[in-house]
Each structure stands twice: as C-alpha cells, then as structure tokens.
C-alpha cells in the first residue's frame, strides 16, 4: 500500500517573538492514512507575510518587524499552520512613573573601629573622637537629613558600633598610610555574641592622626571572633584634627576664580568632611549590580558635540583623576568641590525617583516639560530621555542610558556653594548629564571655555556650565531648546528626540 501524506502536527502552534532576529526551529511530524508516522516525506514551508516571519526550507523561522504572520507546512495534500506574533514590546509609558530599578531602602551597618600602636596614648585620649560620637556622624541628625533629601525619603542608614581595637601594626610608616594596604593585617577581633547575618555591610573605620587619609569601598578582609567579615563592606579612615578627606573639619568649598584663585570660599556647610567621605564610599556599596562609580565632568567643544575627553589636560599631573574619576565638582561622588548632592543618574539607579519626581522620555518627536529643583520637594525632578533605539534593541542597556537633565539652586544646603557669584550662573539653567548605561553618568558642559589653573592644576571650568534660556543644546539623537525660567525657580524646556 503506498503511504499518503493525511495530516501533519507542527511543534508548536502558536510563535510569539518580542525582538528582532529571534529564531524558533519548527518541526513537522506527517502521518499517513493510517496514522503511522512517515519519516521520509517531503515537507515544504512558506510564510504568508516574509517582512513579519520569514521561514526557512527547513522550518527555521526568524522575527523581521511587529506583526502576524502564518506559516504553513505542506507534503502532498496535507497542511498545517502556526501562528506567529511579533511584537518588541513597548516601553513603558511616558511621563511620570518610577525608576527602572528596585528600590535600595535601608542599611543597617557594622562598625569596626581601630586605632594603631603609634598614635601616643595621650592623643588618643584627648582627641580622638568616641564611638558614640563617631555612631553620631554616620547615623546621626545631620546624616538622616542628607540621605532623606538624596533618596526621597526612600533611604536610611543605621548601624552599630564596635571599638576601639588597636590595629597589631603601626599606622604611619615611612611617610604613608598603612592600612590603605594593610586592612587584611588586622584579624581576630574578638566581639562576644556578634552575627554578621543581621547586618548589610561592614566598615572598618581606622582613626589617626597624621599623614593622608583614604577611604574606599570593598576590599574589606578582616575576621571577627575568627571568621572573616563580608567582601565588600566599607573601608573608610578618619583623622583627627587637620584639614583632609576624613577630618571633622566642616566643609569649606574652593572657588576657582580668576581674581581669587587659590583662595578658600567663604561658604561652608555643616557637613563634615568625614561625612561627606562615608556618604561616598557608603553609596559606592550600594547597587554593586550596576556599578555606582564617580560623577564625571566633560567639555562639549564649539559645536556642542559630546566629547569623550577634556583636551588639553594630558600633559597634566592627575589629568585621569580630575577628568575621568573625580571631575564633576558638583556631586558627592565627584570631586564634591562645589557641592555634596547626588545627581539624578545615581538616583535613578537606586530606585529613589517616582511618581512625581521624574519625567520619563522614551519616543521620538517634541515634548515639552516643567523640572523642579533637584533638592526641591515638589514637581518633576529630573528629566530623562531614553533613546528610543536604544531602548528597543536592547533591554539591559535601555536602562539609565541617554540624558539627564536636572536644576541644582545655592540655596539648597547641598548645593550652597552655587551662591558663590563665580558659580551664581548655574543656577540659572539646566544641568545636562549623558550615562552611557552604567553608573558613571558625564556632566556636560553648556559653555565651553577653556580650563584654568587652580591650586597648581589644570581643572575644567565648571563655574557656568548649564543650559539657560537662549541657549540651544542640540546632538546627533536630541536638541534641547527654548528654555524658558518660570520665576518659581522651575524651567520649562522643549525637547526634541531626533529620528
Ligand atoms: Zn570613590
């Protein structure tokens, strides 16, 4: 009896695809009149619609554009049909809404404090801080506030304090610090009763009081009660009594002027230089996912194009420092010269914007919209503007890639330094900061001049570098104009998405 192709089953019915170039392999099962499955027949595939799903002479199916499509098998007389839907799906709505990422809530930290066998007794006794002081810098009043007013009120921080222990090695030798290099040298600290699991994160806080202090995140080895603590804590030194990173010195602000070069600011703020230490390394541990690394400043150069790099700078001492890790002297987690606020981009990053406080732009074409201060309590607080190519071809990098755009005011305690009259002009505009995806975002210089010396360095100019009315921002992907102050201290903008 010859076999005579009756029916035919495919794999599957029903394709959906939601990217471009997606493949699914069908397969074709035929059967003759009795049902007995022919392993030999020839089958042959088409598609109704090849710019919706093409399929190949061996049921190879690929995604081409959003649709349906059939694609059907044949040998002989019989036949059999799957479904095919393609849709990329949509970005999510445009206008307020919340960030991409989860939310980062509440740490709830260990506090290891040291000191060293070279800090003379009667110093330690005098003027080294106790842990309760130091317990009230790191999650004290002043610290609640500037956490609060950076997340929304979305963030907390609270710890424990365990010290001091005297480090087994000298902290000052041959003109340097030695627990920059050394913290894995400090072991069997011995804390009856104490259990890792009920905390997020550690910090070894190292007091001395001479030389250099430093601070960085991770990299944290040390054992207690003869188990090492967590990678990844927070290392952060202090020094008692002069003027550096980690000292309880307020913060005074440089003003880099023409007339005044070299010269301290006059504004200070009620925010140890300490604290403003541990608020960067501590938001350095945060989101390890994604990676919150420095605030970087760039010069745009006549045409208002991005440029990669500040020119000019190479032949300058610490050119990589200023320019690449710690060039944005308006944020906390740049060179926080200007300024102690955190950005948008890093906001957005750790869940702190919302409903209320971003404007997402996800679609080509204008829109126009109304931002509040950074630091304000009200309205839309950043703008962010999503490519939408970007977006479509790549979720991963979708997020946090494009454009911030945010208004920083002097008379924000964060941000006081804006008063400065070399500063003033940036409060009068928007500041526009491009993230290429990762937590590195770049402020964008609106007025390009060249950079000057100050303190001995070469630093970019960053006294007048926002978007104010008049001005035109406009690249390859967006233009950004007809700004307009509204006397609230909110700015209207239009911005265009280019195609
Ligand atoms: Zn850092």
Known sequence: ????????????????????????????????????TMTSATVTWATSDAAVATVSSTGLVTSVADGTATITATSGSANATAAVTMAIPAPAEEGQQGADYSTVTNMHLAVF??????????????????????????????????????????????????????????????????????????????????????????????????????????????????????????????????????????????????????IEGTSTIDFTRFQRTFA????????????????????????????????????????????????????????????????????????WTNQGNRYSIKSYGQHNVTIHPLNGSRGVRSIEIRIPYDYADNYDLRKNKGYFLEVRRGDDQWDNMLLHPELRGNNDGLMVLKTDGGGWPRLLDMSPSPNFPFYGQIVPDLRDVVLKPGMVYENDQIRLSHVVANGDGSFSIDVEVKR
Not at 320 to 335: A, C, I, P, T
């Open 280 to 351: 960067h390394e501590l938001f350095h541990t945060l989101r390890p996912e994604v990676g919150l690394g420095h605030a970087n400043s760039r010069t745009n150069g006549g045409s208002f194009d991005y440029e990669p790099e500040v020119t000019g700078n190479e032949s300058v001492p610490g050119y990589s420092l200023l320019n690449r890790e710690y060039g944005n002297l308006y944020d906390v987690m740049g060179k926080s010269e200007y300024g102690v606020s955190l950005n948008s981009v890093f906001r957005d990053l750790l869940g």
């Open 113 to 262: 404090v040291v000191d060293f066998p070279d800090t003379p007794e009667a110093v330690k006794a005098n003027s080294f801080p106790s842990t309760n002081e130091l317990a009230d810098l790191m999650f004290g009043e002043r610290m609640v506030t500037y956490l609060d007013d950076m997340s929304y009120g979305a963030f907390t921080v609270t710890g424990d304090m365990f010290g001091y222990f005297t480090h087994q090695n000298p902290g000052f030798v041959d003109g340097r610090i030695v627990e920059l290099v050394g913290v894995a040298s400090i072991n069997s600290i011995t804390v009856p009763g104490f259990d890792i699991t009920q905390y997020d994160g550690v910090v070894l806080l190292s007091v001395h009081d001479q030389g250099l202090a430093g601070a960085r995140a991770g990299a944290i080895s040390f054992d207690v009660n003869g188990s090492p603590v967590p990678i990844g804590g927070l290392f952060v030194s202090f020094k008692v009594g002069s003027d550096c990173l980690c000292s309880l010195d307020p913060l005074s602000f440089s003003i880099p002027t023409g007339a005044d070069a070299g």
């Open 1 to 36: 009896m010859t076999q005579v192709a009756t029916s035919i089953e495919l794999s599957e019915s029903e394709l959906t695809f939601a990217s471009l170039a997606a493949t699914t392999q069908l397969t074709a099962t035929v059967k003759d009149q009795n049902g007995a």
